[in-house]
T-cell receptor
Framework: NAGVTQTPKFQVLKTGQSMTLQCAQD?????MYWYRQDPGMGLRLIYY???????DKGEVPNGYNVSRLNKREFSLRLESAAPSQTSVYFC????????????FGEGSWLTVV | AQSVTQPDIHITVSEGASLELRCNYS??????LFWYVQSPGQGLQLLLK??????LVQGIKGFEAEFKRSQSSFNLRKPSVHWSDAAEYFC?????????????FGKGTKLSVKP
């Protein structure tokens, strides 16, 4: 998915450290999302942004903050990382067209020790 | 509550055999329906989607899915599996007219392919 770029791809953090996952899209989509994926859990929505300047909580927002910097960029911040936040994080964007098709980045693997 | 169920956690099929992955949903009305595939270490790729109309939809890589309203199901099929189809498959639903377009995912079915 060349249209959605996530950085970094891999990161190891110590408990209590902070970090920001970056996401940028060149698909000119209004909506952007952050999901986390855990074994046997599927994907769960953390936060989303329906448009530039707006953000809303998803299913599992605790421990995270987000910023929709502009139409292209949507960052996810862990202020004080916990081992429970060890996961694979996916950024995604949605077309404005019928059907709510969502396109995913390639993921960021985060380990908190 | 809205939910998506993929009853099979792991399926193994022989190369060349047919495949059917099951998906059932619980929703207030007929939602939009999707199948995504995830190869190891990769993001999710859209295989196909159903909005309305013909209940048999064709997707990429030779996959198809059939929507059955009476069974609240959207099963994914492929007539002949290739080794490269080994991956994890996710069924997802989205509310029709949902303002945020949030997808609800099943927990996935991992497909292994025997030579």
């Amino acid at each position: 998915n060349a249209g959605v770029t996530q950085t970094p791809k891999f990161q190891v953090l110590k408990t209590g450290q902070s970090m920001t996952l970056q996401c940028a899209q060149d698909m000119n989509h209004n909506s952007m999302y952050w999901y986390r994926q855990d074994p046997g859990m599927g994907l769960r929505l953390i936060y989303y942004s329906a448009s530039e300047g707006t953000t809303d909580k998803g299913e599992v927002p605790n421990g995270y903050n987000v910023s929709r910097l502009n139409k292209r960029e949507f960052s996810l911040r862990l202020e004080s990382a916990a081992p429970s936040q060890t996961s694979v994080y996916f950024c995604a964007t949605r077309t404005g067209l019928r059907g709510n098709t969502i396109y995913f980045g390639e993921g960021s693997w985060l380990t908190v020790v | 509550a809205q939910s998506v169920t993929q009853p099979d956690i792991h399926i193994t099929v022989s190369e060349g055999a047919s495949l059917e992955l099951r998906c059932n949903y619980s929703y207030g009305a007929t939602p939009y329906l999707f199948w995504y595939v995830q190869s190891p270490g990769q993001g999710l790729q859209l295989l196909l989607k159903y909005f309305s109309g013909d209940t048999l939809v064709q997707g990429i890589k030779g996959f198809e899915a059939e929507f059955k309203r009476s069974q609240s199901s959207f099963n994914l099929r492929k007539p002949s599996v290739h080794w490269s189809d080994a991956a994890e498959y996710f069924c997802a639903v989205a509310p029709v007219g949902g303002s945020q377009g949030n997808l609800i995912f099943g927990k996935g079915t991992k497909l292994s392919v025997k030579p």
